[in-house]
């Protein structure tokens, strides 16, 4: 699955004009509401071709007139401003994390109009019992919304091939090979309401973290988003646009090694960093192993209640962190580190020695402090991210629908 990105270069003159043209289009309005001679003068079309893909969007749900545009001092009636239509096609996202299930619905603007999370334990669960769970979750959250989602994105904690289809491992769920949607689409049948005619994609939990990041959140163009929840993951944005790798499985930062002879992971290799800055690893060092509850909750908790235990096992696993961050720094050059999901609530406690680490260790080009950042999205980064990757790809590419 790769992340769609709207057609801004110009007229299409050639195979595909009408359907490039409507994305040009619309991809102007999805910067902010502007009057068709306005959107003439951004695309190089002319106000009659604007006119008649203007017609089409809205005639399709898309576009809705919002009313005379602003003053500009010029000569004549002002134009009517066109607006992405927040009553049109939305965006659905869904979630599976190890101990909860997500859902999220957002418009053609990407504003969140409905948000459901449950708390669950789902590591060794049958996969179908899981996904009929999150279609019951998923059609609560359409039924909320009001609105008619146009595709389904699922954010999960694992390893998910470029085709997007199947989850080939997800070592925290104890889950191999599971065709993601041909078991969720019955479930989806089961629940009603036309979700199970959706086209559905997947992504690891991370990877969307960062889409989200750089979509909503503010990220540059490049940066190395890093996070966690279960285990360690990572995304790294390059010119914009997410660096997938050969096989679609770049960002596995938790098996960066960071202490060669250190203790075995369950990858089979020895040393990875999910061994000194994941979960149960944290939870170890901290003398907090099988406390039930969410363990970025209970850690935030104790570390700011001044819990030494805590506090060392953090500024542990911070140093970890920047020691791997120091590598991926060295060798990608990314203008930000990014700390999100469980990671984004424990940064105060983590940033110190990640600094430090950073600092000692990223010696041949310039690296200042403030290039470690957290992202403001925190935990709600991955199902964001699924739910806008959704509208993004109208926006890229109206055309089946317009």
């Not at 057609?7 to 910067?31: E, F, K």
């Not at 008649?52 to 545009?69: D, F, H, M, N």
Request: hydrophobic residues 45%.
């Amino acid at each position: 699955m790769h992340e769609p990105d709207p057609v801004r270069t110009g007229p299409a003159s050639q195979q595909g004009m009408r359907r490039a043209n409507l994305a040009l289009v619309l991809g102007t309005i999805a910067d902010g509401p502007r009057s068709r001679a306005e959107v003439a003068a951004g695309t190089g079309l002319t106000r009659a071709a604007v006119s008649s893909l203007a017609e089409q969007l809205i005639a399709a749900g898309l576009v809705v007139e919002e009313g005379p545009t602003a003053p500009s001092g010029k000569v004549g009636r002002p134009g009517t401003a066109l607006g992405l239509n927040p009553a049109g096609p939305g965006g659905l996202g869904a979630e599976i994390g190890v101990r909860h299930l997500g859902a999220c619905v957002v418009d053609l603007r990407g504003e969140v109009r409905a948000w459901r999370r449950r708390e669950v334990s789902n590591h060794g669960r049958e996969p179908a019992a899981v996904l009929a769970e999150l279609a019951d979750l998923l059609h609560g959250a359409v039924t909320e919304s009001g609105l008619r989602p146009a595709g389904l994105t699922l954010a999960v904690p694992g390893l998910v091939g470029a085709s997007g289809g199947v989850l080939q491992r997800a070592a925290n769920l104890g889950w191999r090979d599971v065709p993601l949607a041909a078991v969720l689409r019955p479930a989806l049948r089961a629940a009603g309401g036309g979700l199970g005619e959706l086209p559905i994609e997947a992504d690891n939990e991370a990877n969307l973290g960062g889409l989200a990041e750089r979509w909503v959140g503010a990220g540059p163009e490049d940066f190395l988003y890093v996070s966690a929840e279960a285990g360690v993951g990572a995304a790294i944005v390059v010119g914009g646009r997410l660096l997938r790798g050969a096989g679609g499985f770049a960002g596995e930062f938790g098996h960066v090694p960071v202490h060669p002879d250190g203790p075995g992971c369950a990858c089979g290799a020895r040393g990875c960093l999910e061994q000194y800055a994941g979960e149960a690893a944290v939870l170890r060092a901290a003398g907090l192993a099988g406390v039930p509850g969410d363990w970025v909750t209970l850690l935030a908790e104790r570390a700011g209640a001044g819990d030494a235990d805590v506090l060392s096992a953090l500024a542990g696993a911070g140093a970890a962190l920047g020691t791997a961050a120091a590598g991926a720094v060295n060798l990608l050059d990314p203008a930000q580190v990014v700390l999100g999901g469980g990671y984004a609530r424990l940064a105060p406690w983590l940033l110190p020695a990640m600094r430090a680490e950073l600092a000692a260790r990223v010696a041949v080009r310039p690296w200042a402090e403030d290039r470690l950042t957290v992202s403001r999205l925190g935990r709600r980064g991955p199902l964001l991210g699924a739910a806008v990757r959704v509208v993004r790809a109208i926006v890229a590419d109206p055309g089946p629908l317009g």
